[in-house]
């Protein structure tokens, strides 16, 4: 798209070159050089001139429409586009000047050419130049004429074509209207099929219409925030489950409504999740990707879902339950992402995703494995109130741009953050840490605050890094371990 762009523009550039270039030698062939005489026995070339300056006036035409062309920003939509502007009135003064124009290049083409006349010559030759004269400014005029009668046609053209433009868009509009009512009627149907069909039209309807993106993206957000009980059974036993068995999606509940219900909750995550991959499994740029969109899932019942590699703009994920994994892998968060108080059943998977804003996961349960490693925290990082399960909580490779709090925080199982790197200072004051915490190799830039911090097994800080600071504030390291003044490493504490 951006390589066609730029060739128009080169075009129009060697257009309008080319229009001026012809401009300049048609004037030079109009004007008479020594004499009348030289004009009169060449007379040929005033002709080639008058050719000449309607090519580069057609040059210039094409070359400043070809400019336009390219300016225009381009739409992948296959709809109708809006007209883009108010074609302006002509005004009540155009006729009568462009009448004086004529008649004023007319008269003054004449007199010039006569006032050149030659006063040799016999009566005959003198009676023949100021005829010739005549002709030529009557051909003149003519010619200003016409160019001026191009300009009415164009303009026509352009008003004609405006209104076939508004016409087609109008018929448009009416008609995307239509099947979006027609579509969310769909939605409420109480047949599986039928809600399933309203979601792919919607679906066809936001990739034909970029317009509507937004409104269709809500819509179906707001479908899965609708009420919805998932059949669950126990896992199977599991060792790290003893305590909190958990629940997993029933695959095998075979009933209509849940089946059904189940299915077509299961196309809409995949529509979402499909228009919010900017590329395609082999890199490519996809067509199907609907831009940086918000989603609003506050609340939603949401089975097996998976948004790795998505970008989004904002996301508010607050009550949600998700049933099943819960894959964000390599996501993109653009903006605020809220987990308020969400319940994971089974593992959350966030491995190297990325959190441009304020990231919240206070109140957060994940039944099963957490899995935060590689992760970019940009903004702000608050897990107050997480409960995470038996199974392994993992930050390891994550960084954190600002201040990240795990103050009061459980994990009762590893606790993982080897060569986490926090950029700004982090608390886990009062964090209860119920087995092994590892956090070798980490780098904690500013401040790090254990204070009250219970471990019941000794933390391991091997290779970890405290670099100086002028920034830096008072560091509280658990018990059995110190900073080196000299190396900046953590190193255990003598005896």
């Known amino acids: 798209m951006r390589h066609h762009a730029h060739v128009a523009l080169r075009l129009s550039k060697v257009l309008s070159g080319l229009s001026a270039a012809l401009l300049l030698t048609a004037a030079g062939l109009a004007i008479p050089s020594e004499s009348w005489a030289a004009i009169s026995a060449g007379i040929v070339e005033v002709w080639v001139a008058y050719l000449l300056a309607i090519l580069g006036a057609a040059s210039a035409i094409a070359g400043i429409a070809l400019r336009r062309k390219s300016e225009r920003p381009k739409s992948l939509s296959a709809a109708p586009a809006p007209p883009e502007r108010q074609l302006q009135l002509i005004p009540s003064w155009t006729i009568p000047a462009g009448v ?5 290049a007319t008269a003054s083409t004449i007199l010039w050419l006569q006032a050149d006349i030659p006063s040799g010559g016999t009566d005959i030759q003198q009676a023949q130049l100021r005829a010739t004269a005549i002709r030529t400014g009557l051909s003149v005029g003519a010619g200003v004429a016409g160019a001026l009668a191009l300009l009415v046609a164009l303009r ?3 008003l004609a074509e405006r209104t076939q433009q508004a016409a087609e868009y109008d018929a448009v509009e009416k ?13 409420g149907s109480d047949k599986a099929p039928v809600r399933l069909a309203g979601l792919y039209a919607l679906e066809r309807l936001a990739q034909d219409n970029p317009i509507h993106r937004t409104s269709i993206t809500e819509v179906i957000c707001a479908y899965l925030r609708m009420p919805y009980k998932v059949n669950e059974v126990p896992r199977e036993p599991d060792p790290d489950y003893a305590e909190n068995p958990g629940l997993e999606p029933d695959e095998d509940d075979s009933s209509e409504d849940s089946t059904g219900e189940r299915q077509v909750r299961l196309a809409a995550q995949r529509i979402l999740a499909r228009h919010l991959r900017p590329s395609t499994s082999g890199g490519l740029a996809s067509p199907s990707y609907w831009g940086p969109l918000r989603i609003d899932l506050s609340g939603a019942a949401l089975v097996n879902l998976d948004l790795s590699k998505c970008v989004i703009s904002e996301a508010d994920f607050s009550n949600a339950i998700f049933y099943g994994k819960a894959i964000f892998a390599e996501v993109a968060f653009a903006g605020d992402a809220t987990f308020l108080e969400a319940t994971f059943r089974s593992s959350a998977l966030f491995d190297d995703a990325d959190f441009a804003q304020w990231a ?3 109140g957060t349960k994940i039944l099963g494995e957490a899995r ?8 702000g990082t608050w897990f107050g109130g997480t409960q995470f399960s038996k199974k392994a909580a993992w930050f390891d490779d994550t960084v954190f741009m600002e201040s990240a709090s795990f103050r009061g925080q459980i994990f009762p199982g590893r606790a993982i953050f080897d060569r986490a790197d926090f950029k700004d200072g982090v608390d886990f004051d009062s964090t209860e840490f119920n087995e092994s915490a590892w956090f070798e190799e980490s780098i904690f830039r500013l401040s790090a605050n254990f204070r009250h911090a219970v471990f019941s097994e000794p933390p391991s800080l091997e290779g970890a890094l405290a670099p100086p600071s002028d920034e830096r504030g008072d560091d509280v390291w658990p018990d059995g371990w110190q900073r080196d003044m000299k190396t900046t490493m953590l190193i255990r504490s003598p005896g």
């Open 100 to 104: 004086l124009l004529v008649a004023t």
């Open 175 to 187: 008609r995307v209207t239509e099947l979006y009512v027609k579509a969310a009627e769909q939605l």
């Open 372 to 379: 935060f490693g590689g992760v970019r925290f940009k903004g």
């Open 360 to 362: 919240s996961f206070g």
């Open 156 to 158: 026509r053209q352009q």
